[in-house]
């Protein structure tokens, strides 16, 4: 079965072509970062038109590089939550008109399910249950999955997802939009026990918080730059990143020992993040724990992901009304 899968939850336009839910044929995506970066964030109304003016030439370029007709299409699969609700209707209204014009299948997808079913095109079918890590722009929850397509919520965010603190962090100290991957690339020349940040939330169960991470951070640097200190850009995101990343992985392995399981999957654009992934494999794997994380590409918004959680849910007979329409708050559980 060939799923057309699409994506367009917030500032990436993606499209791709997987063959029976593991071999993926073409998995493009159109990046806005250019558009959002002089504003510091994604901008939902541009964000929704650049959707617009990709979607449908990017559909005929995933098409090419499967090597395939649109006719050959056999299931289509779009992202129909949660995400920017103008961003999430143009793919779902495109996605709509491909598969009532071939007459073919119709499944809306979670996009945090897509997160976790990326593992599927790299390591293969995943054998419940485990717990999941997902943290993204937007998103920062664990997740126990006892059977398929089933999720129980652990723990989340109380404010700010991991993705969004990097990234406010980083503005802060003059790097770039988006601002995770710069301050990935800093931290790794970078000392993290240079400054001793509180390690957020340790305390709160499964649940995480980063807005007093990212005072702290703040505070720390006008302080010492009220002294007369300059700040080493290296050390400040080492000790940052460090901060995040130790309660993140200390809480993931808790949930996996307290729910039994023997297995830790890790999904979001955030799993990119160098220390988080070093991190949690050689923390887990100590404890006896198989992990798998996506390769760095499969990790951000991608379409193939999709295509991928899709054709799971069509094999089993689901089919999604065409009367859906866009979620933008869309819960896992």
Same mark, same amino acid.
């Given at each position: ?8 939850? %917030? ?7 997987? &063959?029976? $839910? ?60 949660? *995400? ?9 209204? %495109?996605?709509?008109?491909?598969? /009532? ?12 399910? *897509?997160?976790? =079913? ?18 993204? $722009? ?12 089933? =999720? ?23 790097? $770039? ?28 169960? =499964? ?16 302080? &010492? ?7 080493? !850009? ?7 990143? &460090?901060?995040?990343? &130790? ?32 991190? /949690? ?17 499969? %990790?951000?918004?991608?379409?193939? /992901?999709?295509? %991928?959680?899709? =054709? ?15 979620? !933008? $708050?869309?819960?896992?559980?």
């Amino acid at each position: 079965m060939r799923v057309l899968g699409i994506e367009t939850s %917030c500032d990436e336009t993606a499209v791709a072509v997987v &063959e029976d $839910g593991r071999h993926v044929r073409s998995n493009l995506i159109a990046s806005q970062e250019h558009l959002h970066e002089k504003f510091g964030g994604v901008v939902p109304e541009v964000a929704s038109r650049a959707h617009l003016e990709n979607i449908n030439p990017l559909i005929t370029e995933a098409l090419v590089e499967a090597g395939m007709w649109v006719a050959e299409v056999d299931a289509v699969a779009v992202t129909v939550g949660p *995400g920017l609700v103008g961003a999430l209707l143009v793919g779902i209204a %495109c996605a709509k008109a491909v598969a /009532m014009a071939l007459g073919v299948p119709f499944v809306g997808v979670n996009h945090l399910e *897509g997160h976790i =079913y990326a593992n599927v095109l790299e390591h293969g079918p995943i054998e419940e249950p485990f717990v999941s890590f997902i943290v993204s $722009g937007g998103h920062t929850m664990l997740v126990h999955v006892p059977e398929p397509h089933v =999720y129980e919520l652990l723990g989340q965010t109380l404010d700010d997802a991991a993705g969004e603190a990097f990234d406010k962090v980083a503005r802060f100290i003059g790097l $770039g939009f988006p601002g995770g991957p710069e301050l990935d690339r800093l931290a790794r020349t970078g000392d993290p026990h240079a400054v001793r940040f509180p390690r957020a939330a340790a305390d709160r169960g =499964y649940d995480f918080s980063l807005s007093g991470l990212k005072t702290a951070v703040v505070r720390h640097v006008k302080a &010492e730059r009220a002294r007369g200190h300059e700040v080493s !850009p290296d050390d400040l995101a080492a000790s940052f990143q &460090e901060a995040v990343v &130790e309660v993140q992985v200390d809480k993931t392995i808790a949930a996996a020992k307290d729910k039994g399981v023997g297995m830790i999957v890790l999904g979001g654009g955030v799993v990119a993040n160098t220390r988080l992934r070093e991190l /949690m494999a050689s923390r887990a794997g100590a404890e006896g724990f198989e992990v798998l994380i996506p390769p760095p590409e499969l %990790c951000t918004d991608n379409a193939a /992901m999709i295509a %991928c959680a899709g =054709y799971y849910r069509l094999v089993e007979g689901e089919r999604t009304p065409l009367e859906v329409s866009a979620s !933008p $708050g869309l819960q896992l559980a």
